[in-house]
């Protein structure tokens, strides 16, 4: 299986970006995709996914009104648009695949694929 995560950049506070995930390697219809984010020095954390078994998703709250996170099974992509970027929303990001559902998807150890990151930078 392979994840592939694109779309990151350099934007303004206030801008938009919207980062995708591609997904090869085996069936995407019951494959949960969520999408974390780290900085240097810290844990990785949850920003939110989207379940194979909901179309409701679930966002961290420092996220919640901002970023929204949708899915293609045509084409295998799940995609974060994030809005009203602010700098500490900088991080890379990374998508994660697991066949779990629920809230074992806030964690990372739900996870046991992983995709090489992209690096977001918000400038104040």
């Known amino acids: 299986v392979q994840l592939q995560a694109s779309g990151g950049g350099l934007v303004q506070a206030g801008g938009s970006l919207r980062l995708s995930c591609v997904v090869s390697g085996r069936t995407f219809d019951r494959y949960s995709v969520g999408w974390f984010r780290q900085i240097p020095g810290k844990e990785r954390e949850f920003v939110a996914v989207r379940s194979w078994r909901t179309s409701t998703p679930s966002y961290a709250d420092s996220v919640k009104g901002r970023f929204t996170i949708s899915r293609d099974n045509a084409k295998s992509t799940v995609y974060l648009q994030m809005n009203s970027l602010k700098p500490e929303d900088t991080a890379v990001y990374y998508c994660?695949?697991?066949?779990?559902?629920?809230?074992?998807?806030?964690?990372?150890?739900?996870?046991?694929?992983w995709g090489q990151g992209t690096q977001v930078t918000v400038s104040s």
């Open positions: 994660a695949g697991s066949v779990s559902t629920g809230t074992t998807l806030y964690y990372r150890r739900a996870y046991y694929d």
